[in-house]
């Protein structure tokens, strides 16, 4: 395996590090208190080419493999979740099954736009009988001559108050259970479709979810993504696919934590020593600095795992669950050195401590991941 970043990689990733230092860290308080990212930052990130991390060079993409992304998306991570969670939405599940599910006409249609950012990805799979039970689906498409006829409603759909494209998934026979479940692509403007209130959220600020709602929401036949039937296997591959960037994005906010906390270690004194000086503070600092290395190794392990198309099921809900899980620990171990200042809104530690709890839920909970990783035990081990 090799991790090695190409001289084009790198000089991205240097531009990207500058961008987050110089232009959206200064704001990141600005996001919190607002809820809203400035459409200054935006309007960068699309210059830069953020929006088409995922995009083939074909379709005006950066057209990179998984290995860069990660390197890229760890930088990202590194300021506020916000404004990662509408770039990693935008570049993972909202893009990645039209990339690797699309046809041709469909590529044409809408990625080049979404690489420029004039067109935001979201990808629908949630619903209130349907979360963790991701086959339990009761939104509706029956085929109706050129046209398909969808019912039913989403929650928790990231970036949905700004998408203009969506990948939903609908049931096409529900006599076939899973097997009957098919994936479209939905325009924000096609007849029946709307977008509901934005939800209201411990943190995440900035990064807007909401309801869709489809009243016989007329979709045309060409914007089925993929084959009728193949909705839930296409759902997989989609989550699948980006784990590895999700985690990487987790791996960003944990090394800017520690970078936190050891800026602060040397500064705050108790007992007329620097706080690093106490055993209790340094264990916790070495246990971090533990965790946050495991995690870039299989991050980027399994980042080169999806670059040589291996089959990764199991590793990718490994690095799922174990990305979340480290994030969640190195945040509450950067709220303890802290201290109070650690509890503090006027200070980033407490925001990354909220922002990193939804980590361990969306794209699948962290007892889902479990389930996944058991099952293919259980296959590998007969």
Not at 187 to 204: H, S, W
């Amino acid at each position: 395996m090799d991790f090695r970043l190409s001289e084009d990689i790198q000089f991205l990733k240097r531009n990207i590090r500058d961008f987050i230092k110089n232009e959206v860290e200064p704001l990141a308080m600005q996001i919190e208190e607002e809820d809203e990212i400035p459409s200054s930052i935006v309007d960068m990130s699309k210059e830069l080419g953020l929006f088409g991390l995922s995009i083939p060079e074909a379709y005006g993409g950066l057209g990179i493999g998984m290995v860069g992304k990660c390197a890229l998306y760890e930088e990202i991570g590194k300021t506020h979740n916000g404004y990662t969670t509408l770039i990693g939405a935008h570049t993972g599940i909202g893009t990645v099954g039209i990339v690797e599910m699309g046809n041709e006409q469909q590529k044409k249609k809408y990625l080049p736009p979404m690489a420029r950012g004039e067109m935001i990805g979201a990808f629908a799979l949630t619903e209130p009988s349907a979360g963790s039970h991701a086959t339990n689906l009761k939104t509706t498409a029956v085929k109706q001559g050129d046209k398909y006829i969808l019912n039913g409603s989403k929650h928790y759909i990231t970036n949905a108050p700004i998408a203009d494209i969506f990948t939903v998934m609908a049931v096409t026979d529900a006599s076939k259970g899973a097997k009957g479940i098919t994936s479209f692509i939905v325009e924000k403007d096609f007849p029946g479709f709307k977008v509901g209130a934005i939800e209201k959220k411990m943190g995440l600020k900035g990064s807007h979810s909401a309801e869709l709602f489809f009243d016989n929401c007329e979709v045309p036949v060409e914007n089925v993504l993929g084959e009728e039937g193949q909705g839930y296997v296409n759902a997989l591959k989609i989550l699948a696919n980006g784990r590895a960037g999700l985690a990487a994005r987790n791996l960003g906010s944990c090394q800017k934590l520690l970078d936190l906390c050891m800026e602060f270690v040397e500064e705050r004194k108790q007992f007329n020593v620097p706080i690093i000086e106490h055993q209790a503070v340094a264990h916790m600092l070495a246990e971090m600095a533990m965790e946050i290395e495991a995690l870039r190794s299989f991050t980027y392990r399994v980042a080169w795992m999806v670059d040589e198309g291996e089959k990764l099921i199991k590793e990718a809900a490994m690095l799922k669950l174990f990305g979340s899980e480290v994030y969640n620990r190195v945040a509450d171990k950067a709220v303890q050195i802290h201290g109070g200042i650690g509890y503090i809104a006027d200070y980033p530690i407490e925001r990354f401590f909220r922002d990193a709890r939804i980590t361990r839920i969306y794209e699948g909970t962290s007892e889902i991941q479990k389930n996944i990783i058991s099952a293919q035990l259980r296959k590998e081990y007969r």
